[in-house]
């Protein structure tokens, strides 16, 4: 090729940049929906208008700091109350954990390998609590809840709807003033359904001990937990396997008896119904099965894979840039 051609053909390549403005690379703690290919978001990507995700340090976004609670309102309570949102899956979790599915190590995956799974038959009776998780999405009703299936994934959640037991509903910090993808959990453990499925007594804080102690494969001891309290646990379901990081931490919920539900009976020898920590869960995918969609897009384990499935584009595109200039 003469040098004439030669300049003609990299002229040509260079042209999209000749035409707009070089956009800044995007920071490893913005990236959109977990949905994205490889969880990586090009930087030279069209600007959509999709909710751009982020990863704060913590793995989710105070609600309080967006006009919002950590206490659920809970329909038909006067004065109104609410129950306790007391576990958070965080948004630095594998991306993968974070879609509210069963297929391809979804949430709902994740949870059945902890014992909780869809409610009875699919049903669902009773009006929807309703959170504001500060995300500029306002009061929103609950996703779904998910119950203790007394190990029969298909059928024990009708037992517990009867027998009552371990429980949670859940929502997603999704909103476009703080897009987490963080799971909040409102978590508590219910009586029979003869008894109106009210909350045993301590049933908030140990509703969602006994869930953590599930993940670590050991009792959790409730009366002993501070803000300093960490565990980890490994679990699996479908061929994934999880490993849990859990954080308990102050200073999101009270540690009071107001605004909570069922205040006077739930809390122990005077003390209030919540202690006003919130088990705070990083769920990192360890392994995979083969038969799952984009196999190795969700491991975590070591720099070749970033670089395959993210970095190595973008370095090729960093290169051609170069030559533009």
């Keep these: 090729?003469?040098?004439?051609?030669?300049?003609?053909?990299?002229?040509?390549?260079?042209?999209?940049?000749?035409?707009?403005?070089?956009?800044?690379?995007?920071?490893?703690?913005?990236?959109?929906?977990?949905?994205?290919?490889?969880?990586?978001?090009?930087?030279?990507?069209?600007?959509?208008?999709?909710?751009?995700?982020?990863?704060?340090?913590?793995?989710?976004?105070?609600?309080?700091?967006?006009?919002?609670?950590?206490?659920?309102?809970?329909?038909g309570t006067v004065p109104p109350a609410g129950e306790p949102l007391n576990i958070i899956i965080a948004g630095t979790s594998s991306p993968r954990v974070l879609a509210i599915q069963q297929n391809d190590g979804g949430f709902l995956n994740y949870m059945l390998g902890?014992?909780?799974?869809?409610?009875?038959?699919?049903?669902?009776?009773g009006a929807p609590q309703q959170a504001n998780l500060g995300d500029g999405n306002g009061y929103t009703n609950e996703t779904a809840e998910l119950r203790w299936?007394?190990?029969?994934?298909?059928?024990?959640?009708?037992?517990?709807t009867i027998k009552g037991g371990d429980h949670f509903r859940y929502w997603v910090q999704n909103g476009k003033?703080?897009?987490?993808?963080?799971?909040?959990?409102?978590t508590s453990y219910e009586m029979p359904i003869a008894q109106g499925h009210?909350?045993?007594?301590?049933?908030?804080?140990?509703?969602r001990d006994w869930?953590?102690?599930?993940?670590?494969?050991?009792a959790i001891n409730t009366s002993a937990l501070t803000n300093t309290s960490t565990f980890t646990g490994k679990t699996s379901y479908a061929g994934f396997v999880y490993s849990s990081a859990i954080s308990y931490v102050s200073g999101l919920l009270p540690d009071s008896g107001i605004g909570v539900n069922h205040n006077t009976t739930v809390g122990v020898d005077g003390l209030p119904p919540i202690d006003g920590l919130v088990a705070v869960v990083e769920v990192t995918i360890t392994t995979i099965?083969?038969?799952?969609?984009?196999?190795?897009?969700?491991?975590?384990?070591?720099?070749?894979?970033?670089?395959?499935?993210?970095?190595?584009p973008a370095l090729l595109l960093l290169l051609l840039g170069a030559l533009c200039v």
Aim: aromatic share 8%.
């Design 114 to 125: 902890i014992g909780f799974a869809a409610e009875c038959l699919g049903q669902h009776e």
């Design 211 to 218: 869930l953590i102690g599930n993940i670590t494969g050991s």
């Design 1 to 75: 090729m003469t040098a004439a051609p030669s300049s003609l053909f990299f002229l040509l390549l260079c042209l999209p940049s000749l035409a707009s403005p070089q956009p800044a690379l995007a920071l490893s703690t913005s990236r959109r929906s977990p949905t994205s290919i490889f969880g990586y978001v090009s930087p030279w990507g069209r600007a959509t208008a999709n909710v751009v995700r982020s990863e704060p340090a913590a793995g989710y976004f105070p609600p309080a700091d967006g006009g919002g609670s950590l206490l659920t309102e809970a329909p």
């Design 149 to 160: 299936d007394y190990g029969d994934p298909s059928l024990g959640t009708c037992q517990e």
């Design 289 to 312: 099965p083969a038969n799952a969609t984009n196999s190795a897009a969700d491991l975590r384990t070591g720099p070749s894979q970033i670089m395959v499935s993210g970095l190595l």
């Design 177 to 186: 003033n703080a897009n987490s993808s963080a799971i909040f959990m409102a």
């Design 198 to 207: 009210n909350i045993i007594v301590n049933g908030y804080n140990l509703g």
